[in-house]
């Protein structure tokens, strides 16, 4: 069952990406690229990252795809119907792609992305990450439960005040205590950064007053 | 099964069509949501691998490259609608003010 919701968001995710990437008609890639987002924050679900999950739906769904609709309506003339953009297949970017895939894949999972690992009778074996992907436990395991246990108590004392209900344990207690202490730096940063981009896509965006309407503000004023 | 090889096939894949989105499109607009397809499959993996591992930091990661995500979009259309408030086009094989 887990399986099979999985391979579906996977689906969802993999065509939603091929017809944006390839559809002619702006809205239509657009509307593709929601089930793409959907179909990441189930895969996120999947992965334990609840947080994100809903984090995903409120800033890509939310915002981002709305703001790129936005651009595509001041950007197009909608009652001439241009919406529609040419794109041929072209075989250069087809092989390019390809070949990058091939790349990641090789990265990811190639003889030499293996790593070497003790045995219990002091022998290191090289293993490649492959079967070490496929085949060590996914779900959080027992000992990466002891292990953040370990290390949330070294950090913020006895472990009494953060402990969640049994099995519902959330990721949002863990990422909110690493925000507000090993990653308060960049977590400000990002704040500025936010605040920059805002004030600067309003500037940027502006229409400029031209000549007539300066003059009239000036004699206004 | 489900491991993390699914989840970094997966990714691999969407990073994939989102560079050849990039590539292929002609549109300003489209070009932006190729780039936000590969910031997902960055992102994809950053979880996988913080799963994988049993650790938070990644997911901190992610939370750091959508914020960054958010501030990119909303500049990059600013700069889309005043190019074409200038030259009536998002097409980018117009804009070649910059050829020699």
Known sequence: MFDLIFY????????????????????????????TFVGVAG????????????????VYVGGILILLIFGVMLTNRIQSANI???????PVVAILSLGLLAILCAAFFGPSATHSEKSKDGKTASVSS??????????????NKDANERILSEKFGAPSEVKTKEGSSGTSVEIGKLLLSDYLLPFEIVSIVLLVALIGATMIARKEPTLEEEALSESLS | MTSLANYLIISAILFSIGAAGVLFRRNAIIIFMCIELMLNAVNLTLIAFSQFLGEQSGQVLVFFVMTVAAAEAAVGLAIVIAIYRNKETVHIDDLNLLKG
């Open chain 1, 130 to 143: 492959w079967s070490n992907y496929t085949q060590q436990p996914w779900a959080a395991t027992q000992w």
């Open chain 1, 8 to 35: 579906i968001f996977a689906f969802i995710t993999v065509v939603g990406a091929a017809v944006t990437a390839i559809h002619r008609n702006i809205v239509y890639a657009a509307f593709a690229l929601l089930f």
């Open chain 1, 84 to 90: 529609v953009v040419n794109a041929g297949p072209k």
């Open chain 1, 43 to 58: 895969l996120y679900v999947m992965a334990n990252a609840d947080f994100l999950a809903v984090t995903q739906m409120m």
